[in-house]
């Protein structure tokens, strides 16, 4: 029995961001004994097939999601230094309808949206967000930017808004390494009655793999190793943790853990391959 699922995680598909290969990834998380874990690549869906079939050949149940970017001014708009700013939200699909909304959402972002990345905007999301879960994000996402900034007030309406489209479906998401925003997340959720959920933002499978990932940043970003001013993540641990690991992370947040296995419950995506 599942005591965590990972519901935040990028392949070596979340191109020059993340590092794990499919095999490696599903691989560690049987090794571990975790009965379940989704894939969350940044705004593509290139992996989820081979995830989804895999997953299944392994034992363990696959979440299909994104990890997807909301351009804050409309996803046509690409005006330089102002539509160049964007969010980032996680989607899960639970069944049918919430992968085929998915597909449509990751088609628009990349044919209509791409602007630096593929954007889609609320207006989309709203549109196409049946049969999908959705998770306020990390450091990066929308709420997170707006406690960060002081900006309580907005973050709460836009807590609304994601819950008027999403309902018991939006959880607000909390991380080990932004354990700044635990207490106002907490604060936002209780005020709102919304439920936390934890997650790891996995970008690779070991824990010594952090200075291969390190390398994968400095081409990501045109940027030497001994920049001082470069992209670096190497003050976190964005490797796959255990379930122990994890509830420990957590302690303090038992309900962060509890939502990871309700979640799960809720999606059971079918594809018919072939």
């Avoid at 499919?22 to 090794?31: A, G, V, Y």
């Avoid at 604060?187 to 996995?202: A, F, N």
């Avoid at 793999?209 to 976190?236: C, F, G, M, P, W």
Wanted: net charge negative.
């Amino acid at each position: 029995m599942s005591k965590f699922v990972h519901l935040h995680t990028h392949s070596h598909y979340s191109l020059l961001d993340g590092l794990a290969k499919i095999d490696d990834l599903l691989l560690r998380t049987k090794t571990l004994g975790m009965e379940s874990i989704a894939l969350t690549d940044h705004g593509n869906l290139y992996g989820a097939i081979e995830f989804y079939k895999k997953a299944r050949a392994t034992g363990v149940k696959p979440i299909l999601g994104i990890e997807i970017y909301i351009a804050p001014n409309g996803h046509l708009n690409k005006r330089p230094k102002v539509d160049e700013k964007r969010f980032h939200l996680i989607l899960l699909a639970k069944n049918e309808m919430g992968w085929r909304n998915l597909i449509k959402l990751v088609t628009i972002a990349n044919l209509e949206g791409f602007y630096y990345k593929p954007r889609i905007d609320k207006e989309l999301l709203a549109k196409h967000a049946e049969g999908l879960i959705c998770l306020s994000g990390c450091y990066s996402g929308e709420i997170a930017k707006l406690v960060t900034g002081g900006r309580g007030e907005e973050a709460e309406s836009v807590v609304k808004w994601y819950q008027s489209i999403f309902g018991d479906d939006f959880y607000l998401e909390v991380q080990p390494h932004a354990i700044d925003l635990h207490k106002p997340i907490r604060e936002l959720g209780k005020k709102l009655g919304i439920k936390l959920v934890g997650t790891q933002d996995i970008h690779y499978v070991n824990p010594d793999d952090k200075t291969a990932h390190e390398i994968l940043l400095a081409v990501q970003t045109n940027t030497k190793l001994d920049d001082e001013d470069r992209l670096s993540l190497k003050q976190y641990d964005l490797s796959l943790q255990s379930e122990e690991h994890m509830i420990e992370v957590f302690k303090d947040i038992p309900e962060a853990v509890q939502s990871t296995l309700e979640i799960t419950a809720k999606c059971n995506l079918e594809l018919e391959l072939g």
